[in-house]
């Protein structure tokens, strides 16, 4: 699996954007870009994911870089309860193989602020 | 509820002592997972079911760790003669198979079943 790096932690001001960066410079051009959180003490929850191009939900924004060696998650209005570790996870497009698994890293602690 | 559901939502025993920790999925996914998290660490994959294949059996820590999935929907993770390196968060998801690159793939996960061995 490529392997992401994303910093230990930031801190957001409350309505403000949250841009989480994640560094993915061994990615190949089979596999997407995922993003979880997990909020203290729950389990993970889906944000978005994307293979090439920008993608937007009601969660969140996912940019990609044109060359895919990186990606920024951002969270246009932060709030106290987006307050959460946040995972950059790389997996394979394809059915076959494991790419049915998500390995996790130690993800970035997003600390929002009043 | 639609959710993942997983039981008990604590448990504390001692070492040398068996446990069993419980996995409702979400009704209609067929692939469901086991990850453990140890304290502050990141998610470590465990098993993965999808429909009548065989397990994926590749993150199991030791063969004191087992798991079963009865007819496609509940399962359980056994833990036999615990040890205080086990105590960590259980995390079971479900999912759609994964087809690839699809948002069907996403998984949902429990809120964990929180082991302490003493």
């Known amino acids: 699996d490529a392997k992401t790096t994303q910093p230990t932690s930031m801190d957001c001001a409350e309505g403000r954007a949250a841009n989480l960066p994640c560094n993915h410079s061994t990615i190949s051009g089979n596999e997407y870009v995922y993003w979880y959180r997990q909020i203290h003490s729950q389990g993970p929850q889906y944000i978005i994911h994307?293979?090439?191009n920008n993608e937007t939900n009601e969660m969140a924004s996912l940019i990609i870089t044109e060359d895919r060696k990186s990606s920024t998650l951002i969270l246009p209005h932060a709030t106290l309860r987006d307050t959460a570790v946040y995972y950059c996870i790389v997996r394979g497009v394809n059915s076959g193989g494991s790419n049915y698994k998500l390995t996790f890293g130690k993800g970035t602690l997003l600390t929002v602020n009043p | 509820g639609a959710g993942v559901s997983q039981s008990p939502s604590n448990k504390v025993t001692e070492k040398g002592k068996d446990v069993e920790l419980r996995c409702d999925p979400i009704s209609g996914h067929t692939a469901l997972y086991w990850y453990r998290q140890s304290l502050g660490q990141g998610l470590e994959f465990l098993i993965y079911?999808?429909?009548?294949?065989?397990?994926?059996k590749s993150g199991l820590p030791s063969d004191r760790f087992s798991a079963e999935r009865t007819g496609g929907s509940v399962s359980t993770l056994t833990i036999q003669r615990t040890q205080q390196e086990d105590s960590a968060v259980y995390l079971c998801a479900s999912s759609f198979f994964f087809q690839g690159g699809s948002v069907d793939g996403e998984l949902f996960f429990g809120e964990g079943s929180r082991l302490t061995v003493l």
């Open positions: 994307g293979l090439k």
């Open positions: 079911f999808q429909g009548n294949s065989a397990p994926d």
